[in-house]
Each structure stands twice: as structure tokens, then as C-alpha cells.
């Protein structure tokens, strides 16, 4: 018996799930829901979404409703009676309505370890806090966000090199396996789940313009190299180098301690830029982009406009120092 779905998702870690949907005989892609094309780059062009763009490639009806609540594409998929609604970082609350219209259930791949990290930015959130670990849990779909009973987990341990970039390739390939393990038990009725423990809810909102600043003075290199990594590529972190803002890339944190001030160097020759940062820590910048260039090792920096700084400089701008 062919099981019949509606699947909606947005970005790149949704792809995989609707393309093992499509290649597994057992299910019927109705329809693929995902957020209007939004205009990207620098020339602000409207750009389809990594699942429009897998979606027209199998030639699947593509529906981009700017809300989805009380929308004439709403409608059409209630009308659709699909078995199954899929849901992978879609990017809209799902109104009552629709949910119920999945015969069988209405289900969601979240990419954190529920109840922990609830919401839009779970996999920089679990970065940024310097987790060991994250994963993908898939739930029932409720009104309430990522608040459904969790059916199941799939753990993944978050490497000292990794960065949002690589989780999220890292936690799109296990999270297709685990929608498709899952999806015969939901259609026998033999699925556990376990309601998520509310004192353990956190939350994880979309990242703001604000978390992309480094702030050297307040944050240890741990800390700012945890922060790093959890906002690159997407929301790369900046700090103010010069008067101009830097994107930082790639960082590490050193055992070593240090003297001197947050932001001043401490260690510079052709290859190697260590900056202070808050109680003694110190760290290494291993690849930056400075303001209208492209991501350089800092060994390329060191040899241009680097040239002019020496150690015991202040590389990085820090308000209470400069106050």
C-alpha cells in the first residue's frame, strides 16, 4: 500500500528527507510546501529554496504560500488527504486544521535533542553553548512550537572542528534514516513517544544582528571561538578590526595565558595571529574575511594588510578599553 504525503521544508537539511520520500516506492509525494523565493546576495536576487529547487527536479507540485494559514494552498492540501504531513524546517506554524488532516499523523524532524533548543536556530544554539552533542528528534506536530511528543532520537557528537556548516550536513544525512524508520511503525500503529519533560524546555530564536558581534572583553577564546564556529557560514560572527568589521572563520583556542589586554596581540609572525580575550585566554585566528574581500587564511592577511600590526597592538576595537 503506497502512503500518501505532503512534505514541507525549507533549506538544504530538509533535501534529503524529501529525496528519500521520492525514492522509496512506498510513498506518494503529493505535494511539496516551502517558503516563497527570497531575494540572496549581494545583487539580491530571488533565489528558490534548496527544497523548491529538489522538488521541480522530480517534477512535484510546489506550493509557496508567504503565510500558510487560512490560505487558498491550505486548502489544497486538506483537500489532498494526505497520510502523512512531513515537516523539516519549514519555517511556518502549522494551523490546527491542517495537522489534523493527515490521516496518520502529522510529524516534524526537529534538529536538536528535544525539549532543548525549541525553535529556528537550534543547531548555532548548541554550538555557541559549546554542547558535546545535538541530533535530530522527530515529534508529533502541534500547535505549540516543537512541543509535540518526541517518537524518536538520533544523537551526533559535535567535533571541536565542526561549525553550523558541517552540522547541519552531518544531522540532514542521519535525519532522512530516521523519518523513513519511523513512517511504517506510524502507519501500523506500533510508534512510541514520550512527552517532552517542560522542565527542561529551552529555546533557540532566530539569530539576531546583535549575537553576530564578538565581544573579546567579556568572552573567553573558548567562548568566542564556540561562537564562531555556531554562527558560521550562515550568520558569520564579526569583530571591528581597524575601524572596519572582520568576519571570523576559523579560530582556536590556546591553552597558553596571557598579560595582555582583550583585543592586543600577543603572537604575530608570517603565519600565526593570537589575540587576547577576556580573563587572560588567548586565540588563534586561523582564517578571516575582512570588510568587501574574500575568506583568507591568515597567513595571506599577515602578508597584506596585516603587515601594519605588531605584537602589543590592538587588533580588535573593545569599547572598555577605547572608552
Do not use: C
Not at 517558503?35 to 522538488?55: C, F, N
Not at 557560514?233 to 571591528?240: G, L, Q, R
Amino acid at each position: 500500500m503506497t502512503n500518501r504525503v505532503v512534505f514541507m521544508g525549507t533549506p538544504q537539511f530538509a533535501v534529503p528527507i524529501l529525496e528519500a520520500l521520492v525514492a522509496d516506492p512506498q510513498y506518494d509525494v503529493l505535494a511539496v510546501v516551502t517558503q516563497p523565493d527570497r531575494p540572496q546576495g549581494r545583487k539580491q536576487k530571488l533565489t528558490p529554496s534548496p527544497v523548491k529547487t529538489a522538488a521541480l527536479a522530480h517534477d512535484l507540485p510546489v506550493l509557496q504560500p508567504e503565510k500558510i494559514s487560512g490560505s487558498a494552498e491550505m486548502a489544497e492540501l486538506i483537500d489532498l488527504a494526505p497520510d502523512f504531513i512531513v515537516t523539516a524546517a519549514f519555517g511556518q506554524f502549522l494551523p490546527e486544521k491542517l495537522l489534523q488532516a493527515a490521516k496518520v499523523a502529522a510529524i516534524n524532524a526537529h534538529a536538536s535533542l528535544l525539549p532543548k533548543y525549541r525553535g529556528g536556530a537550534p543547531v548555532h544554539y548548541a554550538i555557541m553553548n559549546g554542547d558535546q552533542e545535538t541530533g535530530v528528534s522527530l515529534m508529533y506536530m502541534v500547535k505549540k512550537m516543537d512541543a509535540g511528543d518526541v517518537i524518536d532520537v538520533v544523537k551526533v557528537p559535535i567535533e571541536a572542528t565542526d561549525n553550523v556548516g558541517t552540522m547541519f550536513d552531518k544531522l540532514s544525512a542521519v535525519a532522512a534514516p530516521l523519518v523513513l524508520a519511523n513512517l511504517p511503525k506510524l502507519a501500523a500503529g506500533t510508534a512510541q513517544s514520550e512527552p517532552q519533560d517542560p522542565d527542561q524546555v529551552s529555546f533557540s530564536p532566530n539569530i539576531s544582528r546583535d549575537q553576530q558581534n564578538l565581544d573579546f572583553a567579556n568572552e573567553t577564546a573558548e567562548q568566542l571561538n564556540w561562537h564562531i564556529r555556531g554562527l558560521y557560514p550562515t550568520h558569520p560572527a564579526h569583530a571591528v578590526v581597524g575601524g572596519e568589521r572582520f568576519k571570523l572563520v576559523e579560530t582556536t583556542p590556546l591553552a597558553e595565558k596571557t598579560e595582555a589586554k582583550p583585543g592586543v596581540i600577543t603572537k604575530k609572525d608570517k603565519k600565526h595571529l593570537v589575540i587576547a580575550a577576556a580573563d587572560g585566554t588567548q586565540l588563534a585566528i586561523q582564517s578571516l574575511q575582512p570588510a568587501g574581500k574574500s575568506v583568507m587564511a591568515v597567513a595571506a592577511y599577515l602578508n597584506g594588510a596585516g603587515q601594519k600590526y605588531t605584537v602589543g597592538d590592538q587588533w580588535v576595537t573593545v569599547e572598555e578599553i577605547n572608552a
